[in-house]
């Protein structure tokens, strides 16, 4: 995968709110692993769901869309695609570069 | 930012089980100076309420323990008119549209749109001191007691709102007025506004009215008949003299209540619908219930906000105005010149006790219009109109005459105007039929352009 920086434009009133944000995101890939290793479908699909709803509010449209291939991909029970998806999300976290603007 | 200053104190609870949406919200709303207070779950949210009185709720939909629709429940129990958002992660129609019709105010989808959240904030924001609002309501609604002020009031309030609204009240207090006002005030306003008696359409055929039939349902039924519910769909249906609908067809009714979805008669199919309800009654609906002649189910779902419109004698204040009213709307009709009443007149109206109540009203004020020779009504006069005209009850012969007539209607629309397929439900032959519909002044063919089958169903 591509290492290269993904530059987010989001709103100077969430400044403050941003760190925390994308520490809990990076929580949330911890948990979706965890959750992957014991093919718990139910917590995946919740933690994909709340990622969906989340993430483009902030201004992470592509963490959205994410969220909700990985809510797609466990409710299918498809641990391959979900595995995929996790993986693109912590790739995103590890890219993202946040300007406030 | 545009704000002003109504909304500068107004406050809002935030209902959710994810810390980074309260956040957002939070950040977003505070930003635009309304006070927010936080909470994460739908049992906090309830313990919070008393304490900090909101002015609007926003909460998740989907959340563990008490859910948004529960959460809205237990609310609307305490006050119907508080307004609440709902938020959902899963953009599900059928459930938008059952969370509007069980009182909320917005439905939004995650992730949320900033502008489209603060315009639908901005939008739900109790409106208690816009008077412009008022005045458009009210401007078809002629008052001046504090006791339909206050009804007024309340109906402006909820009339943006999908709540079902219960509108109780004695023969000719007006309840159809207010319930076309709130359509007019109302986002439905450019769809129909359909009124329909309970009472006054036969048990048989209430049923193929509301929901429809197939061809072939029953005897008579050779066309396919779209039903209220469905011919009102985006609009309001006001169902009339609710307390006479059989219970067979309250189950009935009380199933599309829940499912936003109709069967016509004889259809295997179910048609989704998108219709206001308003229900009204002169009846005592609890004592029904008591007693076993209504659902209590029904009643409570009908029943989210009551309005109770007093009797005419016990509102004096606007017996005076209306009076002035029907008679300037008389001598407009009937381009005479202007007319008033003596002062005299006027307080003899308003110290009669009026069993009739407003519609009563009417009928002395239009005898008392057609009867005078002078531009001043005299008192005499009116006390002849007032004597002539005692309460307006129906003879027996014109109640039989009212409810032929409305059978007869009934009988033709769902029909499209078959006069023999309308005969064969009437249990009558043709000729014989033909000679009732001669009676009555109806004619067929107007029941046979789809177009002209709603009207008014009396």
């Keep these: 995968m591509s290492d290269e920086k993904i530059i987010i434009q989001v709103d100077p009133d969430l400044e403050d709110l941003i760190p925390g944000f994308l520490e809990n995101r990076k929580l949330d890939v911890e948990k979706l692993r965890a959750e992957l290793e014991s093919n718990n479908f139910i917590n995946l699909q919740s933690i994909g769901h709340s990622i969906k709803g989340v993430g483009g509010g902030y201004g992470f449209d592509l963490m959205s869309e994410l969220g909700a291939a990985i809510e797609s991909a466990a409710k299918e029970q498809n641990s391959e695609l979900a595995r995929e998806k996790v993986d693109q999300l912590y790739n995103y976290l590890q890219r993202v570069v946040v300007e406030y603007a | ?458």
Excluded at chain 2, 22 to 29: I, Q
């Design chain 2, 1 to 458: 930012m545009s704000i002003n200053n109504s909304e500068s104190s107004v406050k809002i609870l935030i209902v959710d089980d994810d810390v980074d949406v309260l956040n957002l919200l939070e950040t977003w709303l505070e930003n635009d100076i309304y006070k927010v207070k936080t909470c994460l779950s739908g049992l906090e949210a309830v313990s919070q309420i008393g304490i900090y009185a909101p002015d609007i709720v926003i909460t998740d939909l989907y959340m563990d323990g008490m859910d948004g629709m529960a959460l809205l429940n237990q609310l609307h129990e305490e006050n119907p008119l508080l307004p609440v958002i709902m938020l959902s992660g899963k953009a599900q129609i059928p459930e938008a549209i059952k969370a509007m019709h069980l009182g909320t105010s917005a439905f939004l989808t995650k992730p949320i749109n900033k502008a489209e959240f603060m315009e639908t904030v901005r939008r739900v924001t109790p409106k208690l001191t816009d008077k412009s609002i008022l005045n458009e309501f009210t401007k078809n609604i002629i008052y001046r007691s504090k006791e339909m002020s206050d009804i007024i009031e309340m109906a402006s309030l909820v009339a943006d709102n999908d709540v079902s609204v219960f509108i109780s009240g004695a023969t000719g207090s007006g309840k159809e007025v207010i319930a076309k006002a709130i359509h007019e005030a109302s986002s439905r306003r450019d769809h129909r506004f359909i009124a329909v008696n309970c009472g006054a359409i036969p048990e048989q055929l209430l049923e193929s009215e509301l929901f429809g039939h197939e061809k072939g349902a029953f005897t008579g039924a050779n066309v396919k008949h779209e039903g209220l519910f469905q011919a009102a769909n985006k609009g309001t249906i006001l169902l009339d003299e609710i307390g006479d609908m059989p219970l067979a067809l309250q189950v009935k009714l009380l199933r599309v209540l829940q499912d936003f979805e109709v069967r016509p008669v004889g259809s295997t199919k179910t048609y989704p619908i998108d219709v206001r309800l308003i229900s009204a009654t002169h009846k005592n609906l609890e004592k029904a219930v008591e007693k076993g002649e209504f659902r209590e189910d029904l009643y409570y779902r009908l029943k989210v906000v009551p309005l109770d419109i007093p009797n005419l004698a016990s509102r004096v204040d606007d017996i005076a105005p209306l009076a002035e009213h029907f008679l300037a709307k008389f001598s407009k009709n009937n381009k005479q010149q202007a007319k008033k009443f003596s002062p005299d007149a006027i307080n003899y109206l308003s110290s009669m006790p009026w069993p009739g109540n407003v519609r009563q009203l009417m009928n002395v004020i239009d005898l008392c219009a057609t009867l005078s020779k002078n531009k001043t009504i005299p008192l005499s006069l009116v006390k002849k109109a007032v004597h002539d005209d005692p309460i307006h009850m129906q003879t027996l012969r014109e109640a039989k005459q009212a409810f032929e007539k409305g059978y007869l209607l009934s009988v033709m629309r769902i029909t499209h105007g078959h006069v023999a397929n309308a005969a064969k439900i009437a249990g009558r032959n043709r000729t014989e039929f033909y000679k009732l519909l001669n009676q009555y002044n109806i004619e067929p063919a107007a029941f046979r352009d789809k177009k002209n089958v709603e009207k008014e169903v009396h």
